[in-house]
């Protein structure tokens, strides 16, 4: 892995002229149209990329983009890799050992997910305090590389305090609505069932989807900062939960991503 992270790292630092980015960040659903507030400087697409795996769904595209907002440098995943797709743990958290590895200190995750907390309505923008993982894999099971990290690794402040701080700050200012809330990552790619989403609340869970949670972990693994947001695409409740669908979740995801996208770019630019 070592190895084939440095191949990657060499690659990418030929093609973008040693481009040094201080944020990372993974577009998930909602924040797909960040790309228009970088000001791009460099694209790679992921089928160029050494070790690289290759994005798979639908409204998901595969590039990184390389470019400033503000006067902040960062990199963004213009798609993200998902369990569900057949990759393994390794393959999805790739990136990120690769971002890390490029000088990256910072990583922003965004994603959509279904809503459990009752006092939270679709199209809201929740940040993500803390997390389950309920992933049938972990990220770092194998021997471990300590040239990433240690082998046992402290989760106690997997989203940065200071970050969650900062957007909330900016969210106030910018006159944002935003929840708050724990993320529980599951495999997929079914949407739960209704006693399902009953276990997501009963474990303490506000929303459930289908990434972050690796990605995260890994991030931690080499002692990142992270800060994650999620839109809340659909509610598992009684009157709606056989309404969820793939084309809902895009749907609902497009219409939180003006927010989003403000709170992201402003977060990025203030920090
Ligand atoms: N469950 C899991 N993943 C999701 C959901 C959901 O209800 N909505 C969007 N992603």
């Keep these: 892995m070592w190895n084939k992270v440095q191949e990657t790292v060499s690659y990418i630092q030929a093609k973008t002229n040693d481009y040094k980015p201080n944020f990372g960040i993974i577009l ?5 149209g960040f790309s228009e507030d970088i000001q791009i400087e460099f694209t790679l697409d992921y089928k160029d990329i050494p070790n690289f795996p290759i994005a798979t769904v639908e ?25 569900y797709e057949g990759y ?84 106030k200012e910018l006159n944002i609505k935003i929840q708050e809330g724990v993320y529980v ?15 997501i ?29 999620s839109v809340i695409t659909d509610m598992g409740d009684i009157e709606n939960i056989d309404e969820v669908n793939h084309e809902e979740v895009l749907k609902a995801a497009k219409k939180a991503e003006p927010q989003v996208r403000n709170l992201i770019k402003n977060l990025i630019s203030n920090y």
Excluded: W
């Design 28 to 32: 998930g659903s909602g924040l797909g």
């Design 59 to 83: 409204g998901h595209k595969g590039a990184l983009l390389f470019g400033t907002i503000g006067n902040v440098k960062v990199v963004a995943m213009q798609g993200r890799f998902h369990y």
């Design 88 to 171: 393994s743990m390794q393959e999805i958290t790739f990136p990120v050992r690769v971002m890390h590895v490029l000088g990256i200190q910072n990583l922003i995750v965004s994603n959509a997910s279904g809503g459990v907390n009752s006092s939270f309505k679709v199209g809201d923008v929740m940040l993500i305090k803390d997390h389950i993982n309920m992933m049938p894999e972990h990220p770092l099971r194998g021997t471990n590389d300590n040239r990433f990290g240690s082998r046992f690794v402290n989760m106690s402040e997997p989203y940065s305090r200071q970050m969650l701080l900062k957007a909330k700050e900016i969210a």
């Design 185 to 199: 990552g599951l495999q997929g790619p079914t949407f739960e069932t209704l006693a399902e989403y009953k276990m």
């Design 201 to 229: 609340k009963a474990i303490g869970g506000d929303c459930v989807g289908m990434s972050t949670v690796p990605e995260v972990i890994v991030a931690k693994h080499m002692n990142m900062n992270c800060f994650g947001v």
